[in-house]
């Protein structure tokens, strides 16, 4: 993953994550050296919101009263629980992008590339609906919508490149197994739904 | 009193606080309430932002009426159950949905038995905007559901509207359990008819837009159990431009549905689990019970077949569905393969059987196990054109399979299309009563590749096969390249749909391509065409008497012919030929007798009625012992397609058919 998109994504960062009160540029964690943004894990922790909520609700009877993300349930708290499921999640993701780019699958698959094209098919979206076009699915599609099934068609095709699935997920077991994947905690702790 | 109301009036307005209002039993109509978990009360009078309810307490006990919105306030999160009631209005509906900007309002469940969001017995209603999860520790023997709108008792029922919602994490059980029909009616997203009485149905279903995921058993369903009788059948359902997507069984499925719409629908990762000892069929997307269902525009990939989901395509047209079609979808990287047809009809609980079903101007690219599986016999008169199938290198498909076998004599047709097989797999044709004809295949030929009298093998020159990606939109490299064989070389097949998969128009008397891409042709009906049959098997032939077979025996008698037409008696015996404007005919005789009255040759313009040709032949040559070999010809007048060769010879062995010439215009 290239690491000069960074500062891109500081510059995009900073009105949007000032309630979080860490410096705009500074990562939260990175993957054998790629740098994941706030944004972009605040968006994972987003998307990954409702299924802790329904974790705690069933499994501690927590309701959702105002402390619900900072009350500590048998020692746990579901922020903690959210920023984990997060971190978790794109470090997967990432090791698969990073796979992709090393077979020459995808060229950058940087966050905010990733975006921008989000928003340019969402874009697209918006004028087949003004033109009485064809939609195929939703017509506007979430960013983690978005990212599901571009993410995908990649597993399909590393699938086929690497002779087969099994082979597919022995590769990534692997990579999994070697993955330095690094936590700013000062950013991280920061981070809040 | 009046001066502590006075007073407490003062305080509110002095301090901004609502004071405290009794929630009506019943709505007026045309009356919009707010909710917001966070800031709201619910002893606000609910009918403003700033005097917005909190829970559902207030809204799960209102009656509504037509022209009412309940708004959630976005951002929001609430726990339990939604169970509003009411009826809306036919042009002016009561509307679920959204206020605010930000995240979509959150309906947790909990795992709760039943629906997050539930209305019974309940018509014109608008559900749209929220998320909703419903999420249990285990399937169990609960049923759940994120949405269900349910008829039980409420006859017809119209202008049910659920759009635009994400609904996701619902954990519905897997399992038939005692006091619930059938658990493919609970999952994400369900419209059911749960009555007894066929009576009960819905009319003017709309699901669109919405996102369904990691749910089960089903992602969206509309269900009517009493299907079959006059007017029973839930109508106007359209299920359209929804992604569903890591689903436990079915992705979309409609039951007991008459001209079900399923279009423009993304389903990825369906059949996801599967439970030991329980029913793991699954496919992606399909109809059953029903007539003129429609698939179309959808793209269903990764779809699997888990422990022993014999299924596992992306698509189906399953049991008692009479005239449904699929057509213009991509389907790709399917464990069970492109498409499931099944009949069934000597099964108990099978009612009519599946006919006229229609599967056209499809792509299908690596998908796994078989492409097409004909299930319970074979559903009369299926009809599989002008697809193009994909079998990559690696790959077993199997193009063509059959399983559950039941009657096997029923027709099909298997024309115009593509099979672009790089890959290991055959064909396992079911029984004899198939059509192959136009089909141009190409890669490998396996021994089990059926014949074809139109039959290409060359190079169909597709633009970059195997390169579509996820979208529908990515298939350009199944486009036909200039010069390619398959342009307007295929057979003119009646009612088409008059689209290719790409909207190019496929015009009417012109001949079309093979495969799922449209170029156009020469006018049809013009070309002189000549088709050879060496009567090596009956492939070619459109009908035969029960007592005509091929011999073998002694090919040095007819000059190497290894294979000839004859008897199993002395009766009239007959074989026919159904090409379209026929123009002559040659067929090389074999005779002991030398008794040439006794071969005769017909024509027709429809198969019956049956005109007698004028023939002529050559001097019979003697080949070997006793045997002597002729060759009749004559023409066919105009208007004729059948043609009908028939030996009376007393002896049933005395006079063979070695090979048959017929010309005509195509």
Request: aromatic share 10%.
């Amino acid at each position: 993953m290239q690491k000069r998109r960074n500062h891109l994504q500081a510059a995009a960062l900073c009105w949007l994550l000032a309630a979080c009160g860490a410096p705009v540029d500074e990562p939260v964690l990175t993957i054998n050296g790629d740098a994941i943004g706030q944004e972009e894990f605040l968006a994972r922790m987003e998307q990954n919101r409702a299924v802790v909520i329904g974790y705690f609700q069933r499994e501690k009877a927590s309701g959702y009263a105002d402390d619900f993300w900072t009350h500590s349930y048998d020692g746990t708290t579901p922020l903690e629980v959210l920023r984990d499921s997060a971190r978790k999640q794109l470090a997967d993701q990432y090791l698969k992008m990073q796979l992709a780019e090393s077979m020459g699958v995808i060229a950058d698959a940087g966050y905010l590339k990733r975006r921008e094209a989000w928003q340019a098919e969402n874009e697209r979206r918006r004028k087949a609906v003004v033109a009485r076009e064809i939609l195929f699915g939703p017509t506007v599609l979430t960013f983690s919508g978005y990212e599901k099934y571009l993410l995908s068609n990649l597993e399909n095709t590393l699938a086929d490149r690497l002779g087969g699935a099994s082979n597919y997920r022995f590769r990534l077991d692997s990579l999994r197994r070697k993955a330095i994947v690094t936590v700013h905690l000062p950013v991280y702790g920061k981070m809040k739904p | 009193m009046k001066k502590t109301a006075a007073f407490l009036c003062l305080l509110a307005l002095a301090t901004g606080c609502n004071p405290p209002v009794t929630p009506p039993t019943n709505s007026t109509g045309n009356t919009t309430y707010y909710v917001d978990s966070q800031n709201g009360s619910d002893t606000n009078a609910g009918t403003s932002e700033g005097a917005a309810w909190k829970t559902f307490t207030n809204v799960n006990t209102i009656t509504f009426a037509a022209g009412d919105k309940i708004l959630l306030k976005s951002g929001g999160v609430w726990t339990g159950q939604l169970h509003p009631l009411g009826n809306g209005g036919t042009d002016n509906p009561i509307t679920l949905g959204s206020y605010g900007t930000g995240s979509k309002p959150l309906i947790s469940a909990g795992g709760i038995t039943g629906a997050a969001v539930y209305l019974k017995n309940q018509q014109n209603w608008v559900i749209e905007n929220l998320e909703i999860t419903n999420t249990a520790a285990s399937r169990s023997d609960v049923y759940r559901w994120g949405i269900q709108v349910e008829n039980n008792g409420g006859g017809t029922l119209s202008n049910i509207i659920i759009r635009n919602n994400y609904v996701h994490h619902v954990t519905g059980s897997f399992k038939w359990v005692t006091g619930y029909i059938d658990p493919h009616l609970n999952g994400g997203i369900a419209v059911n008819v749960t009555g007894s009485a066929g009576t009960d149905k819905f009319d003017y279903v709309v699901i669109e837009g919405n996102t369904v995921s990691n749910s089960g058993r089903t992602g969206i369903v509309v269900w009517d159990n009493v299907w079959n009788g006059s007017n029973f059948a839930s109508t106007r359902v359209k299920v359209r431009q929804n992604t569903v997507e890591y689903i436990d069984s079915d992705g979309i499925l409609t039951f007991g549905c008459n001209g079900a719409l399923l279009e423009y629908n993304v389903a990825n990762t369906c059949g996801n689990y599967a439970e030991s000892g329980q029913f793991n069929g699954s496919c992606a997307i399909w109809s059953t019970r029903g007539s003129d269902c429609i698939s179309q525009y959808n793209e269903a990939y990764n779809t699997k077949a888990l422990l022993d989901n014999v299924d596992g395509q992306g698509f189906d047209i399953d049991m008692d569905a009479t005239n449904c079609i699929v057509q213009y979808n991509y389907s790709h990287d399917n464990e069970g393969g492109f498409i499931l047809l099944i009949d069934a009809r000597t099964q108990p609980g099978v009612y009519v059987g599946t006919s006229g079903a229609v599967v056209r101007y499809n792509i299908s690219q690596n998908d796994k196990t078989r492409i097409i599986n004909f299930a319970g016999g074979i559903a009369p008169n299926s009809a599989v054109y002008n697809n193009t199938f994909y079998i990559g290198s690696g790959l077993a498909t199997n193009i063509i399979e059959h399983s559950w076998d039941m009657d096997m004599t029923q027709p099909f047709s298997f024309r115009n299309n593509i099979v672009y097989n790089l890959g290991s797999g055959g064909y396992q044709i079911p029984g004899p009563n198939g059509t192959f004809d136009y089909n141009l295949f190409y890669g490998n030929h396996p021994a089990t590749e059926p014949a074809d009298a139109h039959k290409l093998t060359s190079n169909p020159l597709l633009a970059n096969p195997g390169s579509g990606g996820t979208g529908r939109s990515t298939v350009a490299g199944y486009l036909l390249g200039s010069g390619s064989p398959a342009a307007g070389s295929g057979k003119v097949i009646a009612n088409n749909g008059g689209l290719d998969y790409f909207g190019n128009t496929i015009t009417a008397g012109y001949y079309p391509s093979r495969g799922a891409h449209q170029v156009a042709g020469g006018p049809a009906g013009t070309t002189p065409e000549t088709v050879t049959d060496p009567l090596d098997n009956f492939s070619l032939v459109s009908s035969r008497s029960t007592n005509i077979q091929l011999d073998a025996s002694n090919p040095a008698y007819f000059g190497g012919d290894n294979s000839r037409v004859t008897r199993s008696s002395g009766s009239i015996g007959y074989i026919t030929y159904n090409l379209s404007n026929l123009t002559s005919f040659s067929a090389d005789i074999h005779e002991f007798s030398t008794d040439l009255s006794k071969v005769k040759y017909y024509a027709s313009a429809d198969g019956t009625t049956w005109t007698l040709l004028s023939s002529s032949y050559t001097a019979p040559v003697l080949i070997a012992n006793g045997w002597s070999k002729t060759t009749f010809s004559g023409a066919v007048p105009a208007g004729n397609h059948y043609l009908k060769i028939e030996l009376s010879d007393a002896s049933s062995w005395g006079t063979q058919i070695g090979k048959v010439t017929i010309t005509h215009l195509n």
